[in-house]
């Protein structure tokens, strides 16, 4: 991954601060997208493949705090910036907990924006390196999951529970981890080609999972 061109994900209620923040980051080369609230974001980041996301924490449907965990536990790899009206010390020390990078108080300057982001990619991009992203895919093991998958309900039952951790026993890396646990069929069908009916089983119970 690289820090020019990265994808980013703005999630926020307020079409304002969601253009605002777009115009910004598009100015420093990112490819940015935008959703108006929790579920349309989450829906945008299963079918798109985002490096960070900057999350309300404050919105009508879906609380920004839920918004991040379901982030990191389906997608550990990317990067989270808390955007917040709140900003308290609470807010922000609950945030870094659950995972993010960094938090961001309403009102923001163009500098704040792109200084955060900035360097949640920095060590977005550090942290692949040191756990060995962009190395040649464990294609035994990620067929091992999804042929489990399709024979043991009780798997995937620990895999719709405990998401990356139910697959600790498998060699595998947080990238591709992250394709099984989210049901990434766009990536796995990159890595593995055409998949077998076998190997959607998992694939297909977790697309039902995310139906609202």
């Known amino acids: 991954m690289?820090?020019?061109?990265?994808?980013?994900?703005?999630?926020?209620?307020?079409?304002?601060?969601?253009?605002?923040?777009?115009?910004?980051?598009?100015?420093?080369?990112?490819?940015?997208?935008?959703?108006?609230?929790?579920?349309?974001?989450?829906?945008?980041a299963r079918k798109e493949d985002f490096d960070l996301a900057i999350v309300d924490l404050k919105m009508?449907?879906?609380d920004g705090m839920e918004?991040?965990?379901?982030?990191?536990?389906?997608?550990?790899?990317m990067a989270?910036?808390?955007?917040?009206?709140?900003?308290?010390?609470?807010?922000?020390?609950?945030a870094m907990k659950l995972g993010a990078a960094d938090y961001i108080s309403k009102p923001f300057t163009?500098?704040?924006?792109?200084?955060?982001?900035r360097e949640a990619l920095r060590e977005k991009e550090h942290e692949g390196k040191e756990a060995g992203v962009g190395l040649p895919i464990n294609r035994e093991a990620i067929i091992a999951v999804l042929s489990r998958a399709a024979e043991d309900r009780e798997?995937?039952?620990?895999?719709?529970?405990?998401g990356s951790d139910a697959l600790r026993e498998y060699d595998l890396s947080t990238e591709e981890k992250a394709a099984l646990?989210?049901?990434n069929v766009r990536w796995l069908r990159k890595h593995l080609g055409?998949?077998?009916?076998?190997?959607?089983?998992?694939?297909?119970?977790?697309?039902?999972q995310e139906r609202w």
């Open 67 to 77: 918004v991040v965990k379901i982030i990191r536990k389906e997608w550990p790899e």
């Open 181 to 183: 646990v989210s049901g």
């Open 60 to 62: 009508p449907d879906i």
């Open 110 to 117: 163009p500098d704040e924006m792109s200084t955060a982001v």
């Open 2 to 44: 690289t820090i020019q061109g990265a994808g980013v994900l703005v999630i926020d209620d307020e079409l304002t601060v969601c253009r605002s923040c777009q115009k910004i980051l598009s100015e420093d080369g990112y490819a940015v997208s935008i959703a108006l609230n929790g579920r349309e974001g989450l829906e945008r």
């Open 155 to 162: 798997f995937v039952a620990r895999l719709s529970d405990l």
């Open 80 to 94: 989270v910036i808390i955007l917040t009206g709140y900003g308290t010390v609470a807010s922000a020390v609950t």
């Open 194 to 208: 055409v998949l077998d009916d076998k190997y959607k089983v998992w694939l297909e119970c977790r697309l039902q």
